[in-house]
Nanobody
Framework: QVQLVESGGGLVQAGGSLRLSCAAS????????VGWFRQAPGKEREFVAA????????DYADSVKGRFTISKDNAKNTVYLQMNSLKPEDTAVYYC???????????WGQGTQVTVSS
């Protein structure tokens, strides 16, 4: 069973950048597709980006297309979310999650806070 730990969150001004990391342990990382979700105060958790097991296929929410980039390094058991041109509406707790080919997103990290000031 894979365990996930996010890092890299923080406070940044609008227009700035952050890179989130999701470090995995306890499983064969190349068996897992990975997604990033976020949850802002008073709102439901929403999809941000996803990458498949090999790292060759990605998907993004419309709200972050062209600004965020997800990547996967199976050798380092880590997934990254590069976030550029950040906006105040990107403020949320960001969660990393993993799935196998036969399951949904069953594995979640504890989340990392991203705050974008205007």
């Amino acid at each position: 069973q894979v365990q996930l730990v996010e890092s890299g969150g923080g406070l940044v001004q609008a227009g700035g950048s952050l890179r989130l990391s999701c470090a995995a342990s306890g499983g064969t990382f190349s068996d897992y597709g990975v997604g990033w979700f976020r949850q802002a105060p008073g709102k439901e958790r929403e999809f941000v980006a996803a990458i498949n097991r090999s790292g060759r296929s990605t998907d993004y929410a419309d709200s972050v297309k062209g600004r965020f980039t997800i990547s996967k390094d199976n050798a380092k058991n880590t997934v990254y979310l590069q976030m550029n041109s950040l906006k105040p509406e990107d403020t949320a707790v960001y969660y990393c999650t993993a799935r196998t080919a036969l399951s949904g997103y069953n594995y979640w990290g504890q989340g990392t806070q991203v705050t974008v000031s205007s």
